[in-house]
């Protein structure tokens, strides 16, 4: 079980359950095509992230494999939202989770990705005991994959066409780092 000490803070960041007063913040980059880019939907409508939020706040603790938290990546200075972190516990036979992120692309290139990433496997690794934690990627998503292997995740996969997105077969990166890496890093 995972239960955060809420909130959650890096240098810059506040990392924290979301809100309802969210909506407007995180729609503003849900909806943004280059953030669903590589993703199987298209960008969300208002409605849709309206649905989305309401999901989200309700995972703010881990109690069961299958589940997933959902984090919102808040600017301490300006306390604005900015992005959208999830850690989905996968397997409790097997100790691993997946990673996901989304920053608005107006913070991309500052840091923030790897600095609330950087704290999401903390949690996974440090409070939930997870031995494995893998984030996947379109394999054109370099700043996807950059990320992972700035934060010292190490490519198990490039798996070819194995996805049908918006259409078109993508190739996909599987990356993950080991309990063992996390604790020698």
């Known amino acids: 079980m995972l239960q955060p000490a809420y909130p959650l803070k890096t240098a810059r960041l506040i990392l924290r ?3 309802q ?3 407007n ?3 503003s980059f849900q909806a943004h095509p280059d953030v669903t880019r590589y993703f199987f939907g298209e960008p969300r409508t ?3 992230t309206a649905a989305a939020l309401r999901d989200k706040i309700a995972r703010s603790t881990l109690t069961e494999p299958g589940e997933y938290l959902a984090l919102a990546v ?3 200075d300006t306390g604005e939202l900015i992005g959208d972190l999830t850690l989905r516990w996968v397997s409790n036979e097997h100790a691993s ?3 996901g992120v989304a920053i608005h692309p107006r913070h991309h290139g500052k840091g923030y ?4 990433v950087g704290e999401l496997l903390r949690l996974g690794f440090d409070e939930l005991g997870l031995h494995r934690i893998y984030g996947r990627c379109d394999s054109r998503q370099v700043a996807s994959a950059s990320l992972m292997e700035a934060l010292g995740m190490q490519r198990e996969a ?3 066409e194995n996805e049908l997105v918006k259409g078109e077969w993508t190739d996909e990166l599987v990356y993950a780092m080991l309990s063992s890496e996390w604790n020698r890093r």
């Open 21 to 23: 007063s969210d909506l």
């Open 74 to 76: 808040e600017l301490i």
């Open 46 to 48: 208002r409605a849709a």
């Open 113 to 116: 990705a790897a600095e609330a």
């Open 25 to 27: 913040a995180l729609h």
């Open 97 to 99: 989770g997946e990673i």
């Open 158 to 160: 490039h798996l070819r």
């Open 17 to 19: 359950p979301f809100a």
